[in-house]
């Protein structure tokens, strides 16, 4: 079945760092993909998302891309700030009435 | 985008007692919904898929009479966990597909005391 692996934290970096976080996905058929985040306490935030492949998305400063040759959607961001401490789940949607699959998380930490 | 709404935010009831949470799309037809249950520092956990004007089809291990859904219109679905237990207190979200993406709801965290 369809499955996301993503790179498990937690992640702690300084501030003004650049951020990857990997994801990668096995998948029939052209998934769109998507990045959540999550503060503490609170539900899922869409961040981005690309529906099909080359697209990038991007938003806040984050930015991924749709790769099809390496099944993959990497997130990255230039310049992390400490209100990014978050954790981030990347997610596909294969088609129809089907649920997104989730990866398991990463958790970032950002230092001042 | 489309709005998925959730209520209530939060709750906290009595062990035994049974808890109803809905979930409504806005601005869109949603003929399937899906519940999901997230643990402290995890990732969440599909627990069913609830279907407009038939049955919900749940996932392997969770019990259906502990969580009953119905699906009553094509913009309401409701979970209700019966008879409820401190093992039941989590962070429970609904989403809706409107392809090509999905909407979630902003979550109801449960406590069972």
């Known amino acids: 079945g369809d499955s996301v692996t993503q790179m498990e934290g937690p992640v702690t970096l300084s501030e003004e760092a650049f951020l990857t976080i990997n994801c990668t996905y096995t998948?029939?058929?052209?998934?769109?993909l998507f990045w959540y985040v999550q503060y503490p306490g609170e539900g899922l935030q869409l961040l981005l998302k690309?529906?099909?492949?080359?697209d990038k998305g991007s938003n806040k400063g984050f930015e991924a891309t749709y790769r099809k040759e390496t099944t993959s959607f990497h997130l990255e961001k230039g310049s992390v700030q400490v209100s990014d401490s978050a954790v981030y789940f990347c997610a596909l949607y294969a088609s129809g009435n089907t649920p997104l699959v989730f990866g398991k998380g990463t958790r970032l930490s950002v230092i001042a | 985008g489309a709005v998925v709404s959730q209520h209530p935010s939060r709750v906290i009831c009595k062990s035994g007692t049974s808890v109803k949470i809905e979930c409504r799309s806005l601005d869109f037809q949603a003929t399937t919904m899906f519940w999901y249950r997230q643990f402290p520092k995890k990732s969440l956990m599909l627990m069913a898929t609830s279907n407009e004007g038939s049955k919900a089809t749940y996932e392997q291990g969770v019990e259906k009479d502990k969580f009953l859904i119905n699906h009553a219109s094509l913009t309401l679905s409701t979970l209700t966990v019966t008879s409820a237990h401190p093992e039941d207190s989590s962070f429970y979200i609904c989403s809706a597909p409107d392809y090509p993406e999905q909407f979630f709801g902003p979550g109801t965290r449960l406590t069972v005391l």
């Open positions: 998948a029939t058929g052209y998934p769109s």
């Open positions: 690309a529906t099909k492949a080359d």
